[in-house]
């Protein structure tokens, strides 16, 4: 059983940065690929990033490549997500979310835990 909190989310005008970070409870964590994911209002839940156990291998939705950058602590139990050159149409919930195996993985469903939510809006 993994728990996962996400937190540093807030409101930041556009052009501004933001770091995510999720801090995960359980001791398979580093066993576990992980992803960001996001649902604006009246939107789909998508992915934004997601990373490999090991940190070696990342993967990001096109409209966040060259602005985001997933990163994971295995030692600390952490996944972050450091948000750059925001943009308005970026305001969304923000999901931290982990699977039960260890390879890249960018499909919303195959996620085994989730959590929260952290609130991200962008003000033009």
């Known amino acids: 059983q993994v728990q996962l909190a996400e937190s540093g989310g807030g409101l930041v005008q556009a052009g501004g940065s933001l770091r995510l970070s999720c801090a995960a409870s359980g001791r398979t964590f580093s066993t576990h690929a992980m992803g960001w994911f996001r649902r604006a209002p009246g939107k789909e839940r998508e992915i934004v990033a997601a990373?490999?156990?090991?940190?070696?291998?990342?993967n990001y939705a096109d409209s966040v490549k060259g602005r985001f950058t997933i990163s994971r602590n295995n030692a600390k139990n952490t996944v972050n997500l450091q948000m750059n050159s925001l943009k308005p149409e970026d305001t969304a919930v923000y999901y931290c979310a982990a699977v039960k195996t260890p390879s890249l993985n960018l499909v919303v469903g195959a996620y085994d835990y989730w959590g929260q939510g952290t609130q991200v809006t962008v003000s033009s």
């Open positions: 990373i490999n156990w090991s940190g070696s291998a990342t």
